[in-house]
Every structure is written in structure tokens, then in C-alpha cells.
T-cell receptor, first 117, second 113 residues
Framework: GAVVSQHPSRVICKSGTSVKIECRSL??????MFWYRQFPKQSLMLMAT?????????EQGVEKDKFLINHASLTLSTLTVTSAHPEDSSFYIC?????????????FGNGTRLTVT | DQQVKQNSPSLSVQEGRISILNCDYT??????FLWYKKYPAEGPTFLIS?????DKNEDGRFTVFLNKSAKHLSLHIVPSQPGDSAVYFC????????????FGTGTSLTVIP
């Protein structure tokens, strides 16, 4: 089955530093990957859509300069949280769909727990 | 605006009995519906899906029912097992968007041995 790998699974950083999270599709090519954020006891919130070879599309209210997304290849997308602050502490999850896109599920990575101190 | 709603935040069921998780949606354009299972500190795992041309899809112990007129879908787990204890999210997507999945807030299922 489709596997999406996310790294690291957990990271603690100091306020003001930047953190990079990697998302890889292991057994399929993903021209599009998606970054979600989950707050405690809340649903998954789509942050941005990562497009291979082009700029990411950000959802309303998500700061593109704070959450930098790079999709350098068909199997790798990265999310960099820049100048992290405690309010950025959250659970970040990436996902991807196998082609064809129509009526195919999202496959999720295992998520990254970010704690900003 | 929450287009996909799971009104029951939690559910407890005895092992061996049926678990029924419910989900309502408001957008009649949704044509593909999914259920995900999530353990703490892990990403959601795809369970089962259904397209709007069907009203039922079954995979082993899991069956999803879709009632388009009521804009309602449900997930039945029979028989329930302790390993099924997790948070279940329903999701929906309209056609031709390629990426816009709408998730419910989840229902925490506890299967009691």
C-alpha cells in the first residue's frame, strides 16, 4: 500500500529558531502533497497544498512567510516553520494522493509534534 | 464553517458488539467520502471510502453507508474489537478539486473488553 513517511516525529526547539519537517512518498510519485495541522481535540486543518516544481498554495489565514513549503521532487516536500513561537506548537501532518486523483484517498504521514519553548 | 460534522465526540461499545459512527455534511457537491482512523501521536490511516454513486461499501468488518438525501454517512464496525479503539474522522471532497478534503472533528471510540 501507499506509504508516506514524515520526519522527524517529534521536535523541540527554542523560540526564534526554524524547524524543517520532511515528507516523503515512499512507493509512489506525488505531484501534490498536503500539509495539515491539528490542534488538540480539533479536526485536521489544511494549511497548504505543495505542488512539485511550483509554488505552494496556502489556505486563508496561513502565513506563507512563516510556513515555507518546498516540493523539490516527486517524492519529497518540506515544511519549514520559520522563527517559531510557542503558538506554533502543534501536530503537523503531511499527506499525498496516488494518481489518478479522482476518488482516491489521502495517505498521511505519522505526523510531527512540534514544541516551541 | 464546518461542512463536515461529527456530533458525537466519543462512543463506548462492548467488545463484539456493533460500533456505529455518524457523520453529517452540508455541501451537496461532495461526491467522495472517507473514514480515517487515528491513534494518538500518529497520522490518520485510511479505512474505507464510498463514492456518491453508491449507498454502501463493505470491507471486512467495516461498512460505510451513505444517505445522500439526508447528507449523512455512517461507519459500522462489526464485531468491535479493543484494537479498534481510536479516533475516527470522516472526510468528504467535491469533484474536480484534486485536493480539498473536509474533515469532521472526530469521534473517539473506546471498545471495552
Amino acid at each position: 500500500g501507499a506509504v508516506v513517511s514524515q520526519h522527524p516525529s517529534r521536535v523541540i526547539c527554542k523560540s526564534g529558531t526554524s524547524v524543517k519537517i520532511e515528507c516523503r512518498s515512499l512507493d509512489f510519485q506525488a505531484t501534490t502533497m498536503f500539509w495539515y495541522r491539528q490542534f488538540p481535540k480539533q479536526s485536521l486543518m489544511l494549511m497548504a497544498t505543495s505542488n512539485e516544481g511550483s509554488k505552494a498554495t496556502y489556505e486563508q489565514g496561513v502565513e506563507k512567510d512563516k510556513f515555507l513549503i518546498n516540493h523539490a521532487s516527486l517524492t519529497l516536500s518540506t515544511l519549514t516553520v520559520t522563527s517559531a513561537h510557542p503558538e506554533d506548537s502543534s501536530f503537523y501532518i503531511c499527506s499525498a494522493r496516488m494518481r489518478p486523483l479522482y476518488n482516491s484517498p489521502l495517505h498521511f504521514g505519522n505526523g510531527t509534534r512540534l514544541t516551541v519553548t | 464553517d464546518q461542512q463536515v460534522k461529527q456530533n458525537s465526540p466519543s462512543l463506548s461499545v462492548q467488545e463484539g458488539r456493533i460500533s456505529i459512527l455518524n457523520c453529517d455534511y452540508t455541501n451537496s457537491m461532495f461526491d467522495y467520502f472517507l473514514w480515517y482512523k487515528k491513534y494518538p501521536a500518529e497520522g490518520p490511516t485510511f479505512l474505507i471510502s464510498i463514492s456518491s454513486i453508491k449507498d454502501k461499501n463493505e470491507d471486512g468488518r467495516f461498512t460505510v453507508f451513505l444517505n445522500k438525501s439526508a447528507k449523512h454517512l455512517s461507519l459500522h464496525i462489526v464485531p468491535s474489537q479493543p484494537g479498534d479503539s481510536a479516533v475516527y474522522f470522516c472526510a468528504a471532497t467535491p469533484p474536480n478539486t484534486g485536493n480539498q478534503f473536509y474533515f469532521g472533528t472526530g469521534t473517539s471510540l473506546t471498545v471495552i473488553p
